[in-house]
């Protein structure tokens, strides 16, 4: 059938921001001047209507004509020296697709059977070829999930008949055979699971299928079933339980009285108030968005959200955080390794994933960082974390029983994330296109919110007896668990698909997004799918739970899958891996004490790592719910950043959650242990910071490590040791974490690069009134200026300052965590009681940097007093978690809450914008804080402009 | 009895529940009512005083902001909208909202299915959550009565905000009177044009404008956003103030009570 296309471009005279950002990165980030100017036009497609249906939509839906002209299947760029369309390739959905065929429907157009949109832009100016294929290649077109269209489709309807099911003979296999099976299908399987499959079939007595196959691969996969954090370790010939068996055994030690679930669910629960609970997860998508970073980031913030939609019996997302660590923006583009993107646009298009997934999806992002390294240059570490609220009688989910309904509500299923596979579509522009099935989609936020309305409903109603996210392995991942405990039959045929032409096992198997798995009581299907009516929500019953304690899975007549749940999901051999230390060597450098002190103050300022990240927070919608009480931003300016959001998720309540984070991958690198207890510390002293009692605080881990050979599954264990102690030294407890152990980037010639160990520790807890917590700016000129905690100034190993002035030290700096529980007390005692004003963590970039930001929120500056006996730089740029400091008008109040900890008064704050710094009686420097500022906004302004 | 007030939802919409907590706050009984429940007849706009078309991002935003819900309320709910407004009830749009009323035509002229205005890309090309001062303009705008003259704050969170019409018809509003709301530098207290003050680049400064009547209002910023002290960034370093969004939804909600 006839394509008809509708080119619609906005009138000369406007301004067209998209063409203008266009051509700033093209002068600015590959650095090319021959293009004088760029017009975008949108470009829409249809098939199965008239073109004079296809004018009417024009003139109805796609044009404005205020302030834009459109044609009907003619060229709107007519006078561009290079005119190059981008559109997604086929089989990725087009997520705008099917608003226009709503769209048209409602405007009364009948027939129309599919739809599409794109891109094209006209490039003016005299461009070489060799320019083009960077600009095509760098900005506009990923290709992993789009082209340049060179030849108008001839039709934009994929076909294709279901693939069929296979059987492996498996039985006849040696080993090395075995061996091949299993790279060749990258199943991920070692010689002992491909025999204890092996085995299986062979005392069922036939041979598996692709699908079954498949499954075990996917349940037995490091990424399902954390192979390496359930594995019996053998650390320098010392026999250790397993990591995860450690973290989960710190935790019921602990004992928290808060705690309603703990690494059970999709997310750990934690008591809220007036009957609810809070939940939190954080998740790293890091190979999806190292090739696609837009998509990536945006399934990434997608299927963090599923977590806390798929908790208990379903949760509201009400925020979402985002810790990334990229190599620096200005990398030199020829120090990039094969195969991999600039962090420049990596870093614009994950924010932009972000942005607009949390965005649409009405969920504040409210809390985040951004870390730079070089030996990031090979892979980015993406980390996105989602909190949610739900009633405390829903935290945990109901058992499927003999009977109940498995329903699929939400997306369509697809070949999205089917790794390596690939599909024709010949039909498509009459020639044969291989399509790379994406790896990665481009995320429907759209789809997930109104799935997300629909469920909750769904919950109040009481009609979810269990529901879980189709994440990682999708359906065989999702009923495979909840079934375990008493089998579940699913019938394939019944999943509506997003284009015909999956093999069962794909379709079982598909990681599209945007979609839930329910287990549903009989009588109660027909008001879930009367709700998901009525919110435009796809719901489909495709199975039912049984007693048979096996998964079976038929395609029709068909039986593609029957497996023993218990095989599936106890017949994975017990690993045991062995670590051993590594000595590492770094020799000392001290540096002499600064010549220029105010140099060394901007360049602090402006290090990559302390810079304000202001421009990436204002693109997330960090207002959203009406929920903010303390923002990532604020002060007279809202320029300065506080240490953790605080959010009032319940309308007309004051109660609060308070969500923050600690990471620092660079002290990982160094010492994994220390490391950890200062990411640790840093989490909770950032809660602590803005007022939260520490008594009422959780924690998330989130381990991106290398690929765990000894050496690294070494610095691992390390780091979980560290949690562990951390727990037990604060009876703060772990409710949810994550690994990740793929870091390791190899390239062609062989050569490996380790991306730097993150250990990401999150917090979350309840504040009981969210008008008694604190902010970082100063209030006013003349008040006190309180350091309190326990430093470890010497050790000034991996700092900002020994990285800007070239020292260098193994001796990162410790801290004293039996001390610091006693600190985080003093100061929540003395924030609730009203008379701090003011209170900010020192962390990254040491006493003067969170000093700084402190004066840019209040406007005001600060003398302040080094004490004698300390070496001045140290004092002021060592990087000791767990310090603080608090500005009050009455230090007297204040010291009385301080007993037993360290402090000291440090100085007062000033009307004069300037930051001068005496030690004992000595002058030493002063430094404007307009000077700082500057420094400190312009990085990441340049990045991002604005 | 008290007003109702309907919360207009749909697929993308996200700013309802505050919506709703607003006018609750502000004394109206609220409803959220899905688009769907319209057009199936299990609910009537006619049994509302109010009507709320929250923020968010309806169906994506795809092809325009606001686009397709637009569409779809000027196909199915033509009259019922028509007769709310010439029954003197009252209409919010806030942000996409806004962009709805626009591309409904219901705002400036109230002409269901001609567009006169429209609310473009930002600028700055992207998305852009911030708070701002605003000025609010004398009018005969209920939603502002009393609030006329003085400089309110609140946030705004948006990637096509930027207000752009022809000169004509943006003489034919001023002249009218039905600009209800600009952007405006916090020091002189003055309209302005300028980045990020004024945010998205809209011409003539204009945040928010209103229909002839005063009856329909939309505005870019969010007043949901402020009805709590807690909710301004700043609230730690000033006391006392009533949160500058609850004077809008109580002017509309004693409208009704007085009025319909």
Not at chain 2, 49 to 69: E, T
């Amino acid at each position: 059938m006839a394509v008809h296309e509708v080119r619609v471009i906005s009138l000369p005279e406007l301004k067209d921001p998209r063409s203008e950002s266009l051509l700033y990165e093209i002068r600015h980030s590959l650095n090319i001047h021959s293009v004088n100017k760029i017009v975008t036009a949108k470009v829409y497609r249809f098939e199965g209507i008239s073109a004079r249906e296809a004018e009417f939509l024009a003139q109805n839906l796609l044009a404005e004509e205020i302030f834009q002209r459109y044609t009907v299947n003619e060229p709107i760029i007519n006078d561009a020296d290079i005119l190059v369309e981008v559109a997604y390739k086929p089989g990725v959905m087009n997520p705008e697709a099917g608003s226009i065929l709503k769209a048209a429907a409602d405007l009364g157009i009948q027939n129309l059977l599919a739809a599409d949109s794109s891109y094209e832009y006209g490039f003016f100016g005299s461009v070489s070829d060799e320019e083009m294929r960077l600009i095509l290649s760098r900005l506009l077109v990923n290709e992993t999930v789009e082209r340049v269209v060179r030849e108008k489709p001839a039709t934009l309807i994929i076909q294709g008949s279901p693939g069929k099911t296979k059987v492996i003979p498996i039985s006849s296999m040696d080993n090395d055979a075995l061996m091949e099976l299993s790279r060749h299908n990258h199943l991920f399987l070692n010689l002992e699971e491909m025999r204890t499959i092996q085995k299986y079939f062979a005392g069922l007595g036939r041979e598996p299928t692709d699908c079954e196959i498949e499954t075990l691969a996917q349940t037995w996969s490091e990424h399902c079933v954390h192979k390496t954090f359930k594995s019996t370790l053998v650390v320098d010939g010392r026999r250790k339980k397993s990591m995860l068996q450690r973290l989960q055994e710190a935790t019921s030690a602990a004992g928290h009285p808060l705690v309603l679930s703990a690494f059970v669910d999709n997310s750990g629960v934690m008591a809220f108030y007036e009957g609810l609970a809070l939940c939190g997860k954080v998740e790293t998508h890091n190979s999806p968005s190292a090739i696609e970073p837009y998509g990536g980031a945006m399934t990434g913030s997608g299927g963090v959200f599923r977590d806390i939609m798929g908790t208990g019996k379903g949760a509201k997302v009400i925020a979402s955080t985002d810790m990334f660590c990229f190599a620096p923006p200005d990398l030199p583009a020829e120090e990039v390794p094969e195969g991999c993107l600039h962090p420049n646009y990596l870093l614009r298009r994950v924010v932009a994933g972000v942005r607009d997934y949390g965005n649409r999806m009405g969920i504040p992002t409210n809390n985040g960082s951004v870390h730079f390294h070089r030996d990031f240059r090979a892979k980015p570490t993406i980390i996105v974390g989602a909190y949610g609220i739900m009633p405390a009688e829903d935290a945990r989910k109901g058992q499927p029983e003999n009977g109940d309904i498995a329903v699929v509500v939400g997306g369509r299923t697809g070949r999205d994330g089917i790794h390596g596979a690939t599909f024709s579509s010949g039909e498509m522009t009459n020639r044969t296109i291989d399509v790379n099935a994406s790896a990665v989609q481009i995320g429907h936020a759209v789809e997930e919110k109104r799935m997300s309305d629909a469920l909750l409903r769904a919950r109040d109603n009481k009609l979810i007896k269990a529901i879980t996210d189709c994440g990682a392995g999708g359906f065989a991942s999702a009923f495979g668990e909840m079934g375990q405990h008493t089998g579940v039959r699913i019938n394939l045929e019944k999943v509506p698909l997003k284009y015909p032409g999956l093999a069962p096992w794909e379709i079982w198997l598909s990681e599209s997004q945007e979609r839930m798995a329910l287990a549903v009581a009989p009588q109660n299907l027909p008001h879930l799918m009367a709700i998901c009516r009525e919110h435009n929500v796809e719901a489909t019953a495709i199975g039912e739970f049984t007693d048979t304690g096996k998964l079976e899975v038929y395609y029709g007549d068909e039986r593609v899958c029957e497996l023993d749940m218990e095989f599936l999901h106890h017949g994975l051999p017990q690993r045991i891996m062995t670590a051993r230390r590594e000595s590492r060597r770094v020799e000392v450098k001290e540096p002499g004490p600064p010549r220029d002190w105010v140099k060394v103050c901007t360049q602090i300022m402006s290090h990559l790592n302390i810079c304000s990240k202001e421009p990436i927070v204002r693109m997330y919608d960090h207002g959203v719910q009406a929920s903010c009480a303390l923002p990532p931003f604020a002060g007279v300016s809202c320029s300065a950043p506080n240490d953790a959001v605080v959010l009032a998720p319940v309308p007309g309540k004051k109660y609060g959650a308070v969500i923050a984070h600690g990471l620092n991958p660079v002290l990982n690198t160094m010492d994994p242990y220390a490391g950890g207890i200062w990411a640790a510390a840093e989490a909770v002293s950032n809660a602590v910071a803005v007022g939260a009692d520490p008594a009422e605080l959780v924690l998330i881990d989130n381990f991106i490590w290398p690929y765990p050979d000894e050496e690294s599954l070494y610095d691992l264990d390390r780091a979980v040791d560290a949690c562990v102690d951390f727990v037990k030294v604060t009876g703060m407890p772990f409710i949810s974490g994550k690994d990740s152990l793929s870091s390791t980037y190899r390239s062609s010639d062989g050569k490996v690069i380790k991306i730097p160990p993150v250990l990401c520790i999150s917090c979350f807890g309840r504040v009981k009134d969210v008008t008694a917590t604190v902010s970082s700016d100063f209030k006013r000129a003349g008040s006190s200026i309180l350091l309190v905690g326990k430093r470890d100034i010497n050790q000034m190993g991996c700092s900002i300052y020994f990285d800007i002035v070239g020292g260098r030290s193994p001796f990162i700096p410790l801290v004293d965590t039996a001390a610091l529980v006693k600190v985080w007390r003093a100061v929540h005692r003395a924030c609730r009681n009203g008379t701090v004003t003011a209170c900010h963590d020192i962390s990254e970039g040491g006493l003067l940097a969170a000093l700084a930001e402190m004066c840019f929120g209040g406007s005001v500056g600060a003398e302040i007093t080094v004490p004698e006996q300390a070496r001045a730089d140290y004092f002021l740029f060592n990087e000791t978690a767990g310090c603080f400091l608090l500005e009050t008008e009455d230090p007297a109040a204040v010291a009385e809450q301080l007993e037993n900890v360290p402090w000291l008064l440090l100085g007062r704050t000033a009307a004069e914008k300037l930051i001068s710094v005496k030690q004992g009686q000595d002058f030493l420097f002063a430094v404007p804080t307009d000077t700082l500022f500057e420094s400190w906004r312009r990085p990441m302004q340049e990045v991002f402009g604005g | 009895m008290k007003p109702q007030v309907c919360i207009l939802r749909t697929d993308g919409t996200n700013c309802d529940q505050e919506t709703f907590y607003a006018f609750a706050k502000a004394g109206g009984s609220c409803r959220l009512v899905h688009i769907n429940q319209l057009r199936s007849g299990a609910e009537n706009l006619a049994h509302y005083q109010i009507l709320a078309i929250p923020g968010g991002f309806s169906y994506g935003d795809d092809i325009h902001s606001g686009k397709v819900l637009s569409v779809e309320l000027a196909a199915f709910l033509k009259e019922q909208l028509l007769d709310f407004v010439e029954s003197g009830k009252l209409i919010i749009g806030i942000c996409n909202g806004f962009q709805v009323l626009v591309r409904t035509g219901l705002l400036p002229r109230g002409e269901v299915g001609k567009i006169s205005v429209t609310l473009m890309q930002n600028d700055s090309g992207h998305f852009e959550c911030r708070w701002v001062n605003l000025l609010v303009e004398d009018t005969n705008c209920v939603f502002t009565r009393g609030m006329q003259g003085s400089m309110v704050q609140y946030q705004v969170a948006h990637g096509e905000g930027k207000f752009y019409t022809a000169e004509s018809v943006l003489q034919e509003i001023e002249n009218a009177g039905q600009v209800v709301f600009r952007y405006c530098d916090a020091a002189s207290n003055r309209p302005t044009l300028k980045y990020p003050a004024n945010p998205n680049g809209s011409l003539n400064a204009i945040a928010g404008i209103c229909d002839q009547t005063g009856r329909v209002l939309g505005l870019m910023p969010h007043p949901e956003r402020f009805v709590e002290s807690f909710h301004h960034p700043n609230w730690r370093r000033f006391n006392g103030a009533e949160p500058h969004g609850i004077p809008l939804f109580r002017n509309a909600v004693r409208y009704a009570e007085e009025n319909l």
